[in-house]
């Protein structure tokens, strides 16, 4: 009834370079826990570069990459995988995180918190240094070769209290924080990723620099980077900058009427 | 003071006598009446004999009659306005009767707010002549008459925003005191930007909204470029030359504040250039052409330059007022005093630079700047006693001005009925934790109780049995096999029964999240309570066995300022000693300001990511608090609320001891959201039951 599932490792291997940016000490931090065989947790908001990151990491040490984007029916049998009927009798399917621990490549699970509960706990044995995957379906207990890596990504901002992640779950990992970069560096980014010139680039940033003190005074989250290079994609095929700041960001981050003529006001003053 | 504020305060005054009176914006005459009652004539012609003076001659029985027919608040107004006016200049208090009652029932409150500023701001500065004109076109204050004004009240949201959001910590804007020298006075003293209460100089709406925002600026510009750092300097400087000096300081840190707009703001800035042809000004552009500006010192150092040259600079429409007071006040409270490094030529070098040098305070600088940047506001906020200019209401001004930093304090809207809009930030709501000890846990009753026990069991226990497996799905976490064989022993072929062939362990996916709200208004005092406290109990005791999260708050308050919210158990906390203790030390408290709550408690349940939120609210009665949260002020502020929590996809109950409720209930929730009460005894087992319903 079991097969052994490997995979075409190919079409999980990033191929050209992805542009990243370090904005600190990230590339250092993540090698390590590598090579010492430790799961990373990132940290940070929407959009302020936690996939990149992982699609340059697997790119930098020539891993696959399986993401699994969480949600919150995600079941334990998601992950690992299940029993499908298939001309009459069942087959055994690998779920990804089973099909990344057979083939030590990274599995970035994002947004883990999303998750159902139980399914937490199945990476546990996972993220210590026992580093096995039970699957309790198929009576077996799989040994992660130390090309496998588990990273998950999380957002502290807008997550309730409710769904915070437990602590035993938390203490398994190295944590590293994505905050938004600095401004140049970001400036850096946005002209890269969108070709604009880098006075504007420079204007936009101090825009999300605004909205980001806005948080919790009518604004959930500040515009992010990956907002800054769709306006500035905008702008760089002939939008007005008012107008691609409007469609780009401030329409995008509220709907409340007054925090968007808000926004507008400040779109106004800076452009 | 925050304009907003200042009007929230200005509300609490009148809405001691009535609260149809104060809209934010105020409101034509014809819908004020209603519910207050005016003066007599008679009362109305002794108080105007009392201000105008017996026997003077005046028809003061004609201007009584007339205003008679006003609403109380507006009587009150006519009458300290006339004091007012009367101080200054009789002649004028009367043109002002003779026309104040027609002049205000067509007016908004704001309009003739403006109206009687702008006359008091002619006589002030001796223009009596335009007073009189002032009195006379009082329709052009009128909504028709006066498109062009912008308000400061309109833009205060939106510019202290944006102030925010540059600033980084909460610089409110409140209007500027009358001043006779210009109307467009505005000032900072670093923690509150001081503007006009409204501008008409520009005979167009675009151009004094610009202006506005203008002004706004230069006081940011005030305090980001530093200007105050100047103040030793100018003291100095006007002490030998005279005010002449300070004028031709602010003409050039005002050029100095544009060069600053200009780098950083540049949208603003084309704006500012757009008021710089409509005021027809010819601007020194290259003034600053190669100057350092980053300091204040620059500015001094050309003001020392030009003094003694034929130079003129323009005032320019938006050029703000440098206040020595106030300046001094900010350089005082920063601690530091800096050297003038480019000193006045007249003033004697050594001695100031040795002053500075042996000055201990300047090594606290890069201590309070830390502390500035770091706190943003503890150090800089808290104005030190005494020196508000505005003194009437600091303990409220204090709140306002720290309103978003300090923590367990919460603003909430609040809608009002008769002006049809919501009032932001209306009501100020703090978390308290009932600290109290508990003189007995013991409960009175125990063989009933264990009986309402056991049947709230029994009616869970139903709950999570119902539906541990659901078989024959599509998708599912195990194969149904017996799904499977009978689809295989199916004489039909059907394919569609090979579909549904497993099974979904649902025993997670009761997914309930439930927030109790519990009312304790003084009105539930004595055998409510303890019932209230007792189902409460059995509650949380059965629902710990669920799975399901709960919290239980309660609420009260007084007045919109002191709102209150007993947290008794919070979502992520577990059923333990300590909370058992909480929930019998819920006690009575003072009234039930509802809306606010339910705002509140919606906001908490909301974060929560249950599919189900139940939002259930306890209570003895209608919506009641001081400062006139009751009738039907009360019923649709609280229905508005429940209708938000709605919007947020929850689902709101209430459950009422209140015979009368079925009065406004179904008003104010829809049908079947809601339930009476008639044996309380029966309390626990009806939550349970409704429990039950709600969430299956
Ligand atoms: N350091 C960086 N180097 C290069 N590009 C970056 C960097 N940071 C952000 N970006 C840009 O931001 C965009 C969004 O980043 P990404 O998709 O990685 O966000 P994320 O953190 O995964 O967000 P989410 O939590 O919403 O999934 C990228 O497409 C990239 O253009
Ligand atoms: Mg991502």
Redesign the interface.
């Known amino acids: 009834m079991t097969s052994e599932n490997t995979i075409d490792n190919s079409k999980y291997f990033i191929k050209d370079e992805p542009y990243y940016l370090p904005t600190g000490n990230e590339v250092e931090i993540f090698n390590t826990a590598l090579a010492e065989n430790i799961p990373v947790l990132l940290k940070g908001p929407t959009g302020c570069g936690k996939t990149r990151f992982m699609e340059y990491m697997s790119w930098y040490t020539k891993r696959p990459l399986i993401t699994v984007s969480c949600h919150?029916d995600l079941?334990?049998?998601d992950l690992v995988g299940?029993?499908l009927?298939q001309n009459?009798t069942?087959v055994w399917q690998d779920g990804p995180l089973t099909t990344a621990v057979r083939n030590g490549c990274i599995c970035y699970l994002d947004e883990i918190v999303e998750a159902?509960?139980?399914t937490t706990v199945v990476i546990h044995p996972l993220c210590d240094d026992r580093r096995i995957l039970p699957i309790e379906k198929l009576g077996q207990l799989i040994q992660a070769p130390p090309d496998f890596c588990l990273t998950m990504s999380y957002n502290p901002g807008y997550q309730?209290?409710?769904?915070?992640l437990k602590p035993s779950t938390r203490q398994r990992f190295i944590s590293i924080d994505f905050s938004y970069p600095a401004a140049d560096v970001e400036a850096k980014i946005v002209n890269q990723e969108a070709s604009l010139d880098m006075a504007a680039c420079e204007?936009l940033v101090?825009l999300a620099e605004?909205?980001r003190?806005?948080v919790?005074?009518?604004l959930d989250e500040g515009a992010s980077t990956r907002l800054l290079v769709h306006t500035a994609k905008l702008i760089n095929r002939g939008f007005e900058p008012?107008m691609a700041c409007r469609c780009g960001i401030a329409d995008v981050l509220t709907d409340d009427p007054?925090t968007v003529?808000?926004l507008h006001?400040?779109?106004?003053?800076?452009? | 003071m925050g304009l907003f504020s200042g009007l929230l305060e200005k509300f609490d005054q009148f809405s001691k006598r009535s609260w149809s009176y104060s809209r934010k914006s105020g409101s034509l005459e014809s819908r004020q009446t209603g519910s207050s009652g005016g003066m007599s004539t008679n009362e109305l012609l002794i108080r105007l004999e009392l201000i105008m003076g017996q026997g003077s001659g005046l028809p003061l029985m004609d201007y009584s009659n007339e205003i008679a027919k006003l609403s109380h608040p507006l009587q009150l107004f006519i009458f300290s306005e006339t004091t007012e006016l009367s101080e200054l200049s009789y002649e004028h208090a009367n043109e002002f009767l003779q026309v104040a009652s027609t002049a205000l029932t067509e007016m908004e409150q704001r309009q003739y707010e403006r109206w009687l500023l702008e006359i008091k701001q002619a006589l002030i500065t001796g223009n009596d002549a335009d007073a009189s004109e002032h009195i006379k076109n009082h329709s052009s204050y009128t909504s028709e008459g006066d498109s062009n004004t912008v308000y400061l009240s309109d833009l205060t949201y939106t510019l202290e925003k944006l102030v925010y959001s540059i600033h980084k910590a909460e610089l409110p804007l409140a209007e500027a005191e009358l001043s006779s020298k210009s109307p467009l006075m505005s000032y900072t003293n670093n923690e509150v930007l001081y503007l006009p209460t409204s501008i008409s100089h520009f005979d167009n709406y675009e151009d004094n909204h610009r202006l506005y925002k203008a002004l706004t600026f230069q006081l940011l510009g005030q305090i980001q470029c530093e200007s105050a750092d100047a103040i030793g300097t100018l003291n100095e400087g006007i002490r030998h030359h005279g005010e002449k000096y300070l004028s031709f300081f602010s003409r050039i840190e005002t050029l100095r504040i544009d060069q600053y707009i200009k780098h950083s703001f540049p949208g603003l800035w084309r704006d500012i250039e757009l008021l710089h042809e409509s005021a027809k000004i010819d601007y020194p552009s290259d003034f600053f052409a190669s100057a350092n500006l980053d300091s204040v010192q620059t500015s001094l150092h050309l003001t020392a330059t030009l003094l003694e040259s034929t130079v003129n600079l323009p005032k320019l429409v938006y050029q703000s007022s440098f206040q020595l007071d106030l300046m001094a006040h900010v350089q005082k409270l920063t601690g530091e005093r800096k050297a003038p490094l480019i000193l006045n030529p007249t003033t004697d070098v050594d001695d100031e630079i040795l002053d500075t040098l042996g000055d201990p305070r300047k090594a606290d600088r890069g201590y309070l700047r830390s502390l500035k940047d770091s706190k943003g506001d503890s150090v800089l906020k808290s104005p030190p006693p005494g020196w508000i200019p505005d003194s009437s209401g600091g303990a409220e001004e204090e709140q306002h001005t720290t309103k978003h930093h300090e923590k367990g304090v919460f603003y909430y809207r609040e809608w009002d009925t008769s002006l049809k809009k919501y009032r932001k930030d209306w009501c100020r709501l703090r978390e308290t934790i009932d600290t109290d000890v508990v003189e007995s846990m013991d409960v009175e009753n125990m063989e009933a109780l264990r009986h309402a026990e056991h049947r709230i069991r029994k009616t869970f226990d139903q709950l999570v049995n119902d539906q541990k497996f659901m078989r024959g799905q599509s998708d599912g976490d195990e194969i149904d096999i017996d799904a499977w064989v009978s689809a295989r022993s199916s004489k039909s072929k059907d394919t569609d029964d090979y579909q549904n062939v497993y099974i979904r362990n649902n025993t997670n996916n009761r997914d309930v999240a439930i927030m109790f709200a519990v009312d304790l208004s003084g009105s539930t005092a004595g055998w409510k309570n303890s019932m209230i406290k007792q189902s409460t109990w059995l509650l949380c005791k059965t629902l710990a066995r669920m799975g399901d999260q709960y919290a239980v708050y309660g609420f009260s308050g007084s007045g919109r300022s002191n709102c209150q919210v007993y947290p008794v158990k919070t979502f992520n906390e577990s059923y333990t000693k300590s909370v058992k203790s909480r929930i019998f030390s819920m006690k009575p408290h003072q009234y039930t300001r509802m809306g606010v709550a339910i705002r509140h408690l919606s906001m908490l349940l909301g974060k929560t990511t249950a599919k189900t939120r139940i939002l259930f609210v306890l209570t003895d009665g209608r919506p009641d608090d001081v400062d006139s949260y009751r009738g039907q002020y009360g019923v649709e502020d609280t229905r508005l609320a429940l209708n938000e929590a709605k919007a947020l996809s929850l689902k709101p109950f209430v459950l009422t001891f209140d015979k009368e409720g079925m009065d406004y209930l179904p008003y104010m929730l829809g049908s079947s959201r809601y339930q009476l009460i008639t044996d309380i005894s029966q309390l626990p087992i009806q939550i349970s039951t409704i429990y039950k319903q709600l969430t299956t």
């Open positions: 919150d079941t334990t049998a299940r029993y009927i009459d069942t159902r509960k139980d309730s209290a409710v769904k915070d204007r101090k605004m909205t003190n806005l919790g005074n009518g008012k007054e003529t808000l006001e400040m779109i106004e003053t800076l452009f």
